[in-house]
């Protein structure tokens, strides 16, 4: 009897799991299958681009590529077409596979180069320098920079002045990059290109053509703007400023005749007497 009742719970339990088992099947058979290359997510084209482009580039059909992008997910902004891009500049450098964003482009009918990478209202001016100058080459494009001029308004020695003109101002170019390279190596040029307003250009401007000019490197973090009097020769050697006195004399062909000088006291010493008290001079050999 015990036997029956063993076969019994056996019988039934293979006919439940062979039961599980073919439903199991019947609904993997259903289940709709996903060709290769194809979702179930919605997705939408977005262009990207192909390689590094670097700030300045203009952009070329083998510049961009198209990619599809979850629905959902798609940047705000982001081009769908590449006929909306090609012709078009960066202002911004972009990575491989990036999505192009309007920031980081200029108007259709700004170009390319340096032009679209100037803000409104800023100018870029451009002046000459040299391994001092320029800081051993080591002022490239995306630094920043004091501009210290040295000048003398009146062709006077003592009235040669070094003063900074202008703080905390941008390196746009140096020669005719106008992006850094991966390693920041130093880079030999001649000319260097600074982002001011149109103030700070007839500044500079008018130090670079009438005095010297020297570029001092700054720290990218450093944001203060100190606000410096100036040097002359004489207060740098510790000699302190040059004072100039009026003549009194009338009429200055004529020498002044010094004026005699009081002579000095002779030198006395204190006697005291009891309760009096003496001075006597001592006599001098």
Do not use: C
Request: hydrophobic letters at 40%; aromatic letters at 4%; glycine letters at 8%.
């Amino acid at each position: 009897m015990a036997r029956i009742r063993v076969f019994i719970v056996l019988a039934l339990a293979v006919a439940a799991g062979g039961t599980f088992a073919y439903g199991t099947y019947q609904y993997m058979q259903n289940v709709p299958k996903s060709t290769p290359g194809t979702s179930s997510i919605p997705t939408s084209s977005v262009i990207v681009a192909a390689n590094d482009l670097q700030i300045g580039a203009e952009l070329k059909q083998e510049d961009l590529r198209s990619v599809q992008w979850p629905s959902n997910a798609v940047p705000a902004g982001a081009f769908g077409k590449p006929e909306d891009l090609v012709g078009r500049g960066l202002i911004m450098p972009v990575t491989m596979n990036e999505p192009f964003l309007p920031s980081k482009l200029a108007s259709k009918e700004a170009g390319a180069g340096l032009p679209p990478v100037i803000p409104e209202g800023q100018r870029a001016l451009s002046v000459r320098v040299n391994d001092v100058v320029g800081v051993a080459g080591y002022v490239l494009p995306g630094t920043r920079v004091d501009v210290v001029a040295t000048m003398n308004p009146t062709q006077q020695q003592t009235d040669i002045t070094s003063k900074v003109i202008l703080t905390n101002v941008q390196v746009v170019a140096a020669g005719t990059k106008i992006e850094q390279d991966e390693k920041n190596k130093p880079i030999q040029v001649a000319v260097v290109t600074l982002l001011v307003n149109p103030d700070e250009a007839e500044k500079l401007t008018l130090a670079s053509t009438e005095g010297k000019i020297q570029l001092a490197l700054r720290n990218p973090l450093d944001k203060t703007a100190p606000q410096t009097a100036g040097i002359k020769p004489a207060p740098l050697m510790g000699n302190g400023p040059v004072r100039r006195v009026a003549s009194a004399n009338p009429n200055p062909r004529q020498p002044q005749v010094a004026a005699p000088q009081a002579p000095a006291p002779a030198p006395t010493v204190e006697i005291i007497r009891g309760d009096k008290r003496a001075h006597e001079v001592v006599a001098q050999e």
